[in-house]
């Protein structure tokens, strides 16, 4: 959300510079794996629908400003009960918003794809225009058009603590202080410390991501698997890209508490893939096959961390006693697709204090009616 942010500002002419405590891209944040999934028919919640709309639009945009091709449509497949938390969801939002899904019969689901196995009960939703985000190549696009656009980057410099002193701002960071009219924060795990005064309620958790080479390499090719998700803890994965297998991960199951973002995260062992691969067992077993002999074919694992709310909805706002300063945080391991329409709501709010982009919901007001 920063360096998106960044570039904003600087696009806009504004005198810009961000710090890192890391050189993004990293494996201390939400964005580390690679990839990440890009959905509209939002299963979480419907407001997000408008945000993931203009936020597409924006991974157009930034594509052809830096060259490179960051989205990739290849659509979603979602399979699930009807009555699953899942595929319930992402037919409200459908519905409420008029996006074009399909909705599939197990039969049919087997025919279109048939790396997937589903149950009886199962419906396959399919939205076309989802897909995969280059992550890496993300951040790298933002940061370089910030730059070119005037910002000044500061990269391993970690920000110790902020202070507001009447009409500006002071950032004190390892190597030096530096004045601002205007403060931004997207600091990710490291939010709840440096906006400790606002209570908001963000916890840290340690994820994991499994590479697994497939059986069926055909079944995988990005030419014919689509970027998928279960309802079983939301199981969600990509198709085989860049030799490097298939990715997977569980994104609605608690993952292990990190009290302290400064300590060095525990490394992925393949006891971390044992849910990923029992659910990919009997949903995809032309992947790994079957337990325990699914986990020789992971090829590679790495951690990530989730800013976790506590309503698992995102933070974006300014604070309450110094509108100069907006925030961003608590994404909740499903923010990233958001990246660059959060980036212009933050330069809204710096440069004007409202937006257009409807992120009200998002608002930590909320915090006062729990």
């Known amino acids: 959300m920063g360096s998106f942010a960044c570039s904003e500002l600087a696009r806009r002419g504004l005198r810009v510079i961000g710090f890192d405590r890391f050189h993004p891209p990293h494996g201390r944040g939400s964005h580390s794996g690679d990839t990440r999934v890009f959905r509209v028919a939002y299963a979480e919640h419907p407001d997000y629908v408008p945000l993931a709309l203009r936020a597409g639009r924006l991974w157009d945009e930034y594509s052809v400003l830096g060259g490179k091709r960051l989205l990739t449509r290849c659509g979603m497949l979602s399979l699930g009960p009807i009555k699953s938390e899942l595929i319930k969801g992402i037919l409200n939002s459908a519905a409420l918003h008029g996006l074009d899904v399909a909705e599939f019969s197990p039969a049919e689901v087997q025919h279109r794809f048939p790396a997937f196995v589903p149950d009886e009960s ?4 399919f939205e076309q225009d989802a897909g995969w985000i280059d992550a890496n190549a993300a ?3 933002a940061q370089r058009i910030a730059e070119l656009s005037g910002a000044t980057l500061r990269l391993d410099d970690p920000v110790q603590k902020w202070s507001c ?14 004045a601002a009219k205007k403060l931004v924060i997207t600091a990710g795990a490291w939010s709840a410390g440096l ?7 963000l916890r840290v958790e340690r994820k994991v991501l499994t590479w697994v080479d497939p059986i069926d390499a055909a079944l995988f090719e990005p030419e014919v698997c689509p970027v998928f998700g279960f309802s079983e ?3 969600y994965g990509f198709p085989a890209l860049r030799n490097h297998g298939v990715k997977l991960a569980v994104h609605w199951r608690r993952g ?14 393949l006891e971390d893939a044992f849910e990923a691969l029992t659910i990919a067992a009997r949903r995809i077993p032309r992947l790994a096959g079957p337990m325990p002999e699914a986990l020789n ?6 951690t990530c961390l989730y800013v976790m709310s506590h309503d698992e909805h995102f933070y974006v706002d300014q604070h309450p006693e110094w509108p100069g300063l907006v925030f961003a945080a608590g994404f909740s391991g499903h923010g990233f697709k958001f990246a660059p329409a959060i980036g212009e709501v933050l330069a809204d709010l710096v440069v004007g204090d409202v937006t257009k982009v409807p992120v009200d919901f998002l608002r930590a007001s909320r915090l006062a009616a729990n």
């Open 139 to 141: 951040l790298e696009t």
């Open 233 to 235: 803890g939301f199981l």
């Open 122 to 125: 199962d419906v396959g939703i």
């Open 256 to 269: 292990q508490l990190i009290e302290d973002p400064n300590t060095p995260v525990e490394e992925a062992t």
């Open 297 to 302: 074919r992971v090829k590679q694992m790495k």
């Open 195 to 201: 906006l400790d005064e606002l209570n908001l309620t």
């Open 165 to 178: 002193l009447g009409d500006h701002f002071e950032i004190s960071t390892e190597s030096d202080k530096i």
